[in-house]
């Protein structure tokens, strides 16, 4: 499939590729490797049911390190939209990335984050901002961004100065961005549905080390482990990825 999309792509169209994520960074990593982003061409691939949203369906379909092996790949471009609304604004966007590039989305039951005047500016590469915070900069993104933003308002009612960062590209990453928020918070905690390694936490500590900023810092996610079997509502709340979780996590690195 991802090489028949090369094929098409290199005939001067823009093709688009969409099946679960677990198959399509898994199964395809070398195709999407050699065929697309080698040659740098424009092929949008779409890879939904990201995490651990399709929970009874067992590991084999649980996509939890799709953004490590992605963001690895020269040329590849990787997007996580928050929601429906920011996918539209990647997808309008995506028509002037000359390479190819990487959706992680969900199972088309993500709440709203974003009105319909909110992403008026919206750029890749560029993170957004949801206020700033002196305690604690939270820096989320894709499908945790919804529940980071709850998780904040939590904590504002127990005086917790925090702000959230959505980090929806995550190549290429906004190093600016991240420096800014830690330079300027005492704590930063990263959240993704996506295993601890190689994903947003990585980046986020990378991009920290490089510019030399010495931070309080916690990668929340998955453990490095094969992730449960249950509904999707059951396993957010088992790895303290819903707002309770990450408030709580929040909580034990304040201290």
Partial sequence: MVSAAAGLAATGLQ???????????LLCAEQIRTDTAYTKL???LIGHHTGITLGFYGTSHHATEDLAITRSIAN?????PADPRQL????RASVDVPGPMYFRIGRGRDPEVYGAEDLADFSLGRAIR?????????????SMVHPALAAAERLRAEGVSVGVVDMHTIKPFDTDT????ARAARNVLTVEEHNVIGGLGSAVAEALAEAGVSVNFRRHGIADQYSLVGPPTHLYRHYQLDADGIAAVARQ???
């Fill in 15 to 25: 093709v688009h590729v969409a099946t679960f994520a677990s198959f399509l960074a």
């Fill in 253 to 255: 690195l304040l201290g």
């Fill in 76 to 80: 590849l471009t990787v997007v996580a």
């Fill in 178 to 181: 991240v420096v800014d928020v």
């Fill in 130 to 142: 949801h206020g700033a915070g002196e305690d604690l900069a939270i820096i989320a993104t894709g």
């Fill in 42 to 44: 424009p092929v949008r």
């Fill in 88 to 91: 539209s604004c990647m997808l």
